[in-house]
C-alpha cells in the first residue's frame, strides 16, 4: 500500500519553544491530509483536515493559531505547536488518502514531550 | 458517519481464531465497513473493507452480516505480534475528503 512518512518520531523540547512535524507522502500525491492526536490510553482525536493549497480547517476546540499546519505541496503537510506546553505531550499522528482509491493510510506517528 | 460499538477488550490463545465483533446498527447504504488496527506507538494500520459482501484477504477476514447492522473480523491464527487495539470504523465510500472518526475500539491481548 501506499506510504506515509512523519518526521521526527519523537521530539523532546522545552516550554515554551515551538516543534514542527512533517508528514509526507512517499509514493503518492495527497490533496488532503489529517491530523490527529492521541493521548495515553485513549483513540485518536481529529484536529484538523489539511487541503494543499487551502487553510487547514480545524475541528472545534482545537487552537488554529497554536497547530499551525501547512501543506504546501502535494505531497508534504507540516503541523506546527507554538509555544509548547507540558498539555500538548501527546503523540501526533497524520493520515493521507492516496494510491487512487482514497483509502487512508497513516504515518508512524510522532511523539512530542514537553518539559 | 455511523457510531460503531465493541467491546473494549478480548483475549485470544496464540494460533487460535480471534473473532473481533463490532455493532453498527446505523449504517447507511453508502457506507463501508473498515478495520484498522494500533499496535502500541504506531500508526494506525489498516486490515480490510467492505460494503456488504463477506471480505478476505492475506490479513483476515471480514464477516458482515444481511442486513449489514454488524460485522467480525476474523484473525485466523493470532500471533503474539496481533496484539493490538482493533478499531472498526463506517465511512462513506472512497473519497479522499473524508476522515476516519476512531471509537473506543477493542484491545485485543493475544496471550501464549
Known amino acids: 500500500g501506499a506510504v506515509v512518512s512523519q518526521h521526527p518520531s519523537r521530539v523532546i523540547c522545552k516550554s515554551g519553544t515551538s516543534v514542527k512535524i512533517e508528514c509526507r507522502s512517499l509514493?503518492?500525491?495527497?490533496?488532503?491530509m489529517f491530523w490527529y492526536r492521541q493521548f495515553p490510553k485513549q483513540s485518536l482525536m481529529l484536529m484538523a483536515t489539511s487541503n494543499e493549497g487551502s487553510k487547514a480547517t480545524y475541528e472545534q476546540g482545537v487552537e488554529k493559531d497554536k497547530f499551525l499546519i501547512n501543506h504546501a505541496s502535494l505531497t508534504l503537510s507540516t503541523l506546527t505547536v507554538t509555544s509548547a506546553h507540558p498539555e500538548d505531550s501527546s503523540f501526533y499522528i497524520c493520515?493521507?488518502?492516496?494510491?487512487?482509491?482514497?483509502?487512508?493510510?497513516f504515518g508512524e506517528g510522532s511523539r512530542l514531550t514537553v518539559l | 458517519d455511523a457510531k460503531t460499538t465493541q467491546p473494549p477488550s478480548m483475549d485470544c490463545a496464540e494460533g487460535r481464531a480471534a473473532n473481533l465483533p463490532c455493532n453498527h446498527s446505523t449504517i447507511s447504504g453508502n457506507e463501508y465497513v473498515y478495520w484498522y488496527r494500533q499496535i502500541h506507538s504506531q500508526g494506525p494500520q489498516y486490515i480490510i473493507h467492505g460494503l456488504k459482501n463477506n471480505e478476505t484477504n492475506e490479513m483476515a477476514s471480514l464477516i458482515i452480516t444481511e442486513d449489514r447492522k454488524s460485522s467480525t473480523l476474523i484473525l485466523p491464527h493470532a500471533t503474539l505480534r496481533d496484539t493490538a487495539v482493533y478499531y472498526c470504523i463506517v465511512r462513506v465510500a472512497y473519497n479522499a475528503g473524508n476522515m476516519l472518526t476512531f471509537g473506543g475500539g477493542t484491545r485485543l491481548m493475544v496471550k501464549p
Open positions: 509514493d503518492f500525491q495527497a490533496t488532503t
Open positions: 493520515s493521507a488518502a492516496g494510491g487512487g482509491t482514497g483509502e487512508l493510510f
